[in-house]
């Protein structure tokens, strides 16, 4: 097999919701794998939105700059949150890919039935159509393992997480059974696995993150045969459903140009309202207090359309409705003072 190239290029999309797009999955190599190409951008796309939802209200909110796959150029980071990173774009392109099969967009894919017919448990037989993960598995670590070329243990890291985040997809699939016998008595039943939403997948690597375990292995890991041997054999000691990482992460609270941080000041947080997790509830203390800024209230109008009525015959008329909002962001505390008393439509809080 030709050994082929995969690159991501990520293209900001102005004004967009999701900011950020792999908008491109170049490659060369064997025709086969062409085939799949759309999917795995796709699948990429999807991991990085949910990496988006999943650190919206944390220090380190998955910015573009740790989006690069690749190990090509710049400085890599290899603390929790490329851990993350990796984990996510691989369940993405391989949840995606197992998908798009269950949905016969691929001709050489279809059910997994290669239990169907054993038995699974106590009163349950494997039948039915299960989501092929074995298949989204395979072609996933084609495409995204390939972009690790090193034999170091930045690469060995990320082809653990890789293989993490693959591994939840598996550990997340739902068993869905069907009950057989007389008028649904359910003497037996037939079952098959399901993939989970993709946020749940989120989720569960997101609780992985949060116990990610920290090896030590950069000092003097040089490429000798020894040290590659010691690498090996760290990784293969360790879970592979744990996440991996090999450095502490850096102070996300502030502005750091060298490794593209842009610190929390002007982040927005959540105080109260809606029916905010208890992680939402902290994000104005962990984004802004803790940080060393001050929270300033901004209040706004929002004008949108509300009480609509349909009229005979065909319009639907609507009233302009305002409603305030309040939002918080973090802003430096000199700043703050400075613009004290404030505009009409700020209302400047003294205390957190
Ligand atoms: C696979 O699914 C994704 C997302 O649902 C879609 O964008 C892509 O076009 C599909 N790929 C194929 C080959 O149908
Ligand atoms: C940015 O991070 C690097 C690496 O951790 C550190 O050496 C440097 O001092 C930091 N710069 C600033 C301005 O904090």
């Not at 929390?264 to 208890?278: F, N």
């Not at 962001?329 to 700020?346: D, L, N, P, T």
Request: proline share 2%.
């Amino acid at each position: 097999m030709e050994p082929y190239l995969a690159i991501f290029f990520l293209t900001p999309f102005f004004q967009s919701c999701c900011a950020w797009s792999v908008n491109n999955f170049l490659m060369t190599g064997p025709k086969a794998y062409l085939i799949y190409s759309s999917s795995v951008a796709a699948g990429a796309q999807s991991g990085i939105e949910e990496c988006k939802f999943q650190f919206a209200w944390d220090r380190w909110n998955c910015p573009e700059r740790a989006l690069q796959l690749s190990s090509h150029g710049g400085l890599r980071s290899a603390n929790r949150e490329t851990a993350f990173v990796h984990a996510i774009s691989s369940a993405g392109v391989m949840y995606t890919l197992t998908r798009n099969c269950s949905l016969g967009d691929f001709d050489n894919c279809g059910c997994d039935d290669s239990r169907n017919g054993q038995l699974g448990g106590q009163g349950w037989l494997w039948g039915g159509c299960s989501d092929n993960v074995g298949f989204g598995e395979a072609i996933s670590k084609q495409f995204v393992d390939a972009l690790e070329t090193g034999q170091d243990a930045r690469a060995a890291m990320n082809l653990h997480n890789n293989e993490a985040g693959r591994k939840a997809v598996k550990g997340t699939m739902k068993r869905t059974c069907k009950c057989h016998g007389v008028s649904g008595s359910c003497t037996t039943q037939t079952c098959w696995l399901q993939l989970p939403e993709f946020r749940e997948v989120g989720t569960y690597l997101k609780e992985r993150y949060h116990k990610a375990l920290k090896v030590d292995l950069l000092q003097g890991a040089g490429n000798s045969a020894a040290s590659r041997g010691a690498i090996a054999e760290t990784f293969s000691s360790i879970s592979k459903k744990e996440l991996v990482h090999l450095e502490d992460s850096p102070d996300y609270c502030l502005e750091n140009k060298t490794l593209g941080l842009l610190g929390t000041e002007g982040r927005e947080c959540l105080k109260r309202g809606k029916a905010l997790s208890k992680w939402e509830k902290r994000s104005c203390r962990r984004l802004c207090g803790d940080c060393g800024l001050a929270v300033e209230e901004r209040r706004a109008e929002m004008v949108s359309s509300c009480n609509c009525k349909f009229h005979w015959c065909c319009a639907v008329r609507c009233e302009q409705c305002r409603k305030r909002v309040t939002k918080y962001f973090c802003v430096r505390k000199e700043k703050r003072e400075r613009s004290g008393g404030g505009g009409a439509s700020r209302k400047l809080k003294r205390k957190l």
